[in-house]
């Protein structure tokens, strides 16, 4: 069986364990969505500037679409704006919210795009894939996409879940060798430990100030 065929069957069994929703559930996913979606506006400012309208940016893997929010709302065109998904169910729902986005369906690492966008997106993709082969294919073909002027925005937990076995964490040592070409990478340390995250509800940003090391996710900047 296939890397590709083996990530559906991850995802089909991962159905069965989606979390029932819980004020506790809530208050972790605000949190953690602003907390992420704030560094990922300053650092797009910090790269790009305030207008972000002519940019275009490239997101795999992305699911029904919960992170493309992020950047129609703050200025992104949608027509700049191309999304990837694997998953037929997924992918028929990203086609329903996002109508006016530039759509690919299938695998990412076959996306046929050379220096075409600004910003290559992925979050939480990596880390689903367990074959060391097919995540430094994956890596290449993002690099290869971006301009040379483009970054490569990532987001992905750092550790590995003994509870769940159909992921893996990745860190920083194993990002700078997927993008071994880059000119430089920037590492930002995010998200609350998720135990300890869903437990505390409003309390989420008093804990993660004061204690930076429970941060279990990592953004990254990769600069071609």
Do not use: C
């Not at 040592?173 to 993008?179: G, N």
């Not at 008093?206 to 941060?215: A, K």
């Amino acid at each position: 069986m296939s890397e590709i065929d083996e990530i559906k069957k991850r995802y089909e069994t991962r159905k069965n364990r989606i979390e029932p929703a819980s004020d506790n559930v809530f208050y972790f996913s605000w949190y953690m969505q602003a907390e992420r979606e704030l560094l990922f506006a300053e650092l797009l400012r910090k790269k790009f500037g305030n207008n972000w309208s002519d940019l275009k940016i490239m997101e795999i893997g992305a699911g029904t679409g919960d992170n493309l929010y992020f950047f129609a709302r703050y200025g992104f065109a949608l027509e700049n704006i191309w999304a990837n998904e694997l998953l037929a169910d997924r992918f028929s729902k990203l086609k329903k919210n996002f109508p006016g986005i530039n759509l690919d369906m299938g695998d990412a690492s076959k996306l046929n795009y050379k220096n075409e966008f600004d910003i290559v997106f992925q979050s939480t993709v990596f880390t689903s894939i367990l074959d060391s082969n097919f995540k430094q294919k994956l890596a290449e073909k993002m690099f290869e996409m971006t301009k040379p002027s483009g970054i490569i925005l990532w987001y992905d937990f750092m550790f590995d879940n003994p509870k769940n076995k159909d992921v893996k964490g990745i860190g920083k040592k194993e990002i700078r060798s997927l993008f071994y070409g880059a000119k430089q990478i920037r590492f930002y340390k995010v998200t609350l430990a998720p135990p300890i995250g869903r437990r505390i509800k409003g309390f989420y940003n008093i804990v993660n100030t004061v204690f930076p090391f429970l941060r279990t996710h990592v953004i990254a900047v990769i600069n071609k």
